[in-house]
C-alpha cells in the first residue's frame, strides 16, 4: 500500500503533468488560429491557458499582442501588466506595452515602458528605435535623434531608422539634412514607398519640383494605393503651374551669405572655389541665421520685395551660378540664383 504523503505527491505530479499537456494543445491551437487570421478563436485559446496557469507569461503576452491588433489597446496594457508583474525582467512585454501605449496615445507611458525594455535588453536596436519615435511625437528631438544614433549603432543598415531620422529633420524644416536619411533608408530598403513620399515632400519645401515629381511618382509604382503620394503628386503639378506664372511675372529665387565685411566675403568665395557647399557655408558663416539655417534660401519673391541693390544683382546671375559679393546697407552677400 502506498503511504498517504507519497499518494499525494503522486497525484500532484499527475495533475500537473495533465495541466501541461492542457496548455500545450490549448497554445499549439492558439498559434493555428493567430496564423489562420482567426483571431476571436485565438483569443479563447489563450484565455484558456490562463484558466489553466493564470501566470503563463507567453501566454499573456501573446494575448496582449492580439488585442492591440484588434484595437483593444487598454485589454493589451492589462496583459502585458500582468506577465511583467510575474517576470519583471521580460523585456519583450516591456517593449509590447510600450507599443500599446503609443497607439493608446500615452506617448509619456510609452516612453518609460520602452526604457525600462532598455534596462533588460539594451543592445535591442527595435527599442531605441521606437523610444526614438515616441521621443519624437512628444516634441522631445535631441532625444529622439539620440536613440535613432544608438540603433543605427547597433544596426548600421536598418532603414526604419534612416526614414525616422529623415522624418525627424523634416519636422525641424533641415530639409536638406533629411534628404540623406531618407536616400539611406532607400538604399537598405528599395522598395520604401513611404521614403520615396517622403523625399519627395523634402524636395518640394526645397523647391526642388523635378525632383519632387519623380520621388513621388516612384511612390505610387512602387505602392499604387498610396494617396499621400498620390495628392503630393498633384499638388506638386499645381505648384509647378503656379511658378511657370510666377516667373513670367518676374518672381526670382536665390540662396545667399550674409557675412559683415569684404574680407569675410572673399573667405567665403575662397571656399566654394575649393568645392565647398553653398548650404553648408550658410550654415556656419551667414549672420542672417534665418535663411542660413535653410542654406542661405531666401525662397521666391517678386521685384521690389527685396533691397533694390540685392534684387539687381540677382537679375544678372545665371540661374544655378553664383555672384557676389554685393554690398548693401545689411552687409556682404555671397548669391546663389536658383531661378
Known amino acids: 500500500m502506498i503511504p498517504r504523503p507519497y499518494l499525494l505527491i503522486l497525484l500532484a505530479i499527475l495533475l500537473f503533468g495533465c495541466t501541461e499537456r492542457q496548455v500545450r494543445i490549448h497554445f499549439e491551437q492558439a498559434e493555428k488560429y493567430r496564423h489562420e487570421g482567426k483571431i476571436d478563436l485565438a483569443i479563447e485559446e489563450y484565455k484558456a491557458i490562463l484558466g489553466l496557469r493564470p501566470d503563463a507569461i507567453d501566454a499573456l503576452n501573446n494575448l496582449g499582442y492580439l488585442y492591440v491588433g484588434k ?9 502585458y501588466q500582468k506577465a511583467i508583474a510575474v517576470k519583471p525582467d521580460f523585456a519583450e512585454a516591456h517593449f509590447n506595452l510600450g507599443v500599446a501605449y503609443v497607439a493608446y496615445s500615452q506617448l509619456d507611458s510609452a516612453i518609460a515602458a520602452y526604457q525600462r525594455a532598455l534596462q533588460y535588453d539594451p543592445e535591442n536596436h527595435e527599442i531605441h528605435n521606437n523610444l526614438g519615435a515616441a521621443h519624437t511625437m512628444v ?4 532625444e529622439a535623434e539620440v536613440s535613432y544614433q544608438q540603433a543605427l549603432k547597433l544596426k548600421p543598415d536598418y532603414a526604419d531608422v ?14 536638406r539634412d533629411a534628404i540623406p536619411q531618407y536616400e539611406k533608408a532607400i538604399r537598405y530598403k528599395p522598395n520604401f514607398a513611404d521614403a520615396y513620399n517622403n ?16 520621388h513621388f511618382q516612384t511612390a505610387v509604382r512602387l505602392q499604387p494605393n498610396h494617396a499621400l503620394a498620390q495628392e503630393n503628386l498633384r499638388e506638386t503639378k499645381t505648384r509647378m503651374d503656379a511658378l511657370q506664372r510666377a516667373r513670367e511675372a518676374g518672381e526670382m ?7 559683415k565685411t569684404e574680407a569675410d566675403a572673399q573667405l567665403v568665395l575662397d ?23 535653410q542654406g542661405g534660401d531666401l525662397g521666391a519673391f517678386l521685384p521690389g520685395t527685396l533691397l533694390p541693390k540685392f534684387e539687381q544683382a540677382v537679375k544678372k546671375i545665371e540661374p544655378g551660378q553664383i555672384g557676389g559679393p ?14
Not at 534612416?162 to 530639409?175: F, Q
Open 139 to 142: 516634441g522631445n528631438l535631441t
Open 199 to 214: 523625399m519627395g515632400s523634402a524636395h518640394l519645401e526645397l523647391g526642388q519640383y523635378e525632383d519632387a515629381i519623380q
Open 271 to 293: 571656399q566654394l572655389d575649393s568645392g565647398a557647399k553653398f548650404e553648408a557655408l550658410a550654415q556656419l558663416y551667414s549672420t542672417d541665421t534665418a535663411s542660413g539655417r
Open 71 to 79: 484595437g483593444q489597446y487598454a485589454n493589451a496594457i492589462a496583459q
Open 162 to 175: 534612416y526614414h525616422n531620422l529623415g522624418l525627424l529633420y523634416t519636422y525641424e524644416s533641415r530639409y
Open 253 to 259: 529665387r536665390a540662396q545667399h551669405i550674409l557675412v
Open 326 to 339: 554685393v554690398k548693401t546697407p545689411a552687409g556682404y552677400h555671397i548669391i546663389k540664383r536658383i531661378y
